[in-house]
């Protein structure tokens, strides 16, 4: 057998890798398994067969062998969990590695999400700028603790795991972001991640849909 | 060995159990492990010391025998993994628990904190009944896909599971905002959850240091 995921049929991120299949892609290549992928419309997300799958109608799911899953972290971790190579053996620097990955979604993708947000559906409401400056130092000061954090360190904790790989995959939607180019250090564990042959496969993939898409 | 957690000195709810805290300690009662607290200040979370163990300088951590961990949901995740009564035997029922963990604190969380962050920062703000608005109708639409989901299910797939954990005391939060009136279904869910002994003791506890802290 091997896995099917959904996707994006027509990415609305114009083929950067911002779409979470990106996330799930790049953890398959990263273990060597080959997958399937079945493209979804946005009416497609919203319909009953994939809602069943996942009642928020997102993408991705992860379907193998009668496993239905939802959620890009519980599908990264079950990917993790049951091949080499996104979590470390011993057990409690196995359980740490979890614990970026929670910390990815939980700690540091909420206030990335609040600037995507304000960026898009306020830019043209007379609070803006007040508010994005509102906004940008709540995401600095988490990725000022990111970055203290990170220091010297090649990855968050010993070895690449599926907990650099969700944080990768967070930081990457602010790259454009001017308060980016605040953390240098943050950009170059970015870079270090997306140099992995695994990431590049995977991107690869990803946007061949996307040039499909354009017929 | 006993675990120790981490939490507030003295807690910014006043007692009443949301703190992150309340979700390690409820976990801990659902597999009956004792364990102990250690109480810390607002500023000696942001301190070396509690870094080391949290980079983003909150509550709770847990230390047990060695391993030093962070974020709730990696705690739970742990104590569920090294304990029965938190998660299905059954691997791919595992992995669907699983899911919804991470659900709670991706997937309804971030609108959740949103909406607390917007009555918290903005209320004085000539913007807020309108910024309000909005963000009352992001929120909406996760917690109408939650319902719908629910529907007439106990929990959210099969048995209680650190799931439903998580995603109870995430809907906690909104517990006394106008429009989760609008959603009886997870409000009894909530209350099916409140009614679980382990609940009851986990609360009981953190109340007490709450009680405690005001000498």
Chains 1, 2 share one sequence.
């Not at 799930?24 to 919203?46: I, P, S």
């Not at 959620?71 to 970026?100: M, N, V």
Request: charged share 25%.
């Amino acid at each position: 057998m091997r896995p099917t995921i959904t996707a994006f049929a027509a990415s609305p991120d114009r083929g950067r890798g911002l779409a979470r299949d990106m996330r799930v892609r790049w953890a398959l290549e990263e273990v060597g398994q080959v997958y399937d992928v079945r493209l979804l419309t946005f009416a497609e997300m919203k319909e009953a067969p994939h809602l069943a799958m996942n009642p928020f109608g997102q993408i991705p799911t992860y379907e193998d062998d009668g496993l239905r899953l939802f959620e890009t972290g519980a599908i990264i971790l079950h990917i993790a969990e049951r091949h080499d190579g996104l979590l470390p053996q011993e057990s409690d620097a196995r359980a740490r590695a979890k614990a970026w990955m929670f910390a990815a979604v939980s700690s540091v993708e909420p206030w990335i999400l609040e600037l995507e947000n304000t960026g898009f559906f306020e830019r043209d409401k007379p609070w803006f700028q007040e508010r994005m400056a509102a906004v940008e130092a709540r995401l600095c000061r988490r990725l000022e603790a990111l970055a203290r954090w990170l220091d010297d360190r090649e990855w968050l904790d010993g070895a690449f795991s599926a907990g650099d790989l969700m944080m990768v995959s967070v930081l990457q939607r602010i790259r454009g972001a001017e308060l980016f180019g605040g953390f240098p250090g943050l950009a170059a564990y970015v870079a270090r991640a997306e140099a992995r042959p695994a990431y590049a496969r995977a991107f690869a993939a990803q946007l061949a849909v996307y040039h499909a898409s354009l017929g």
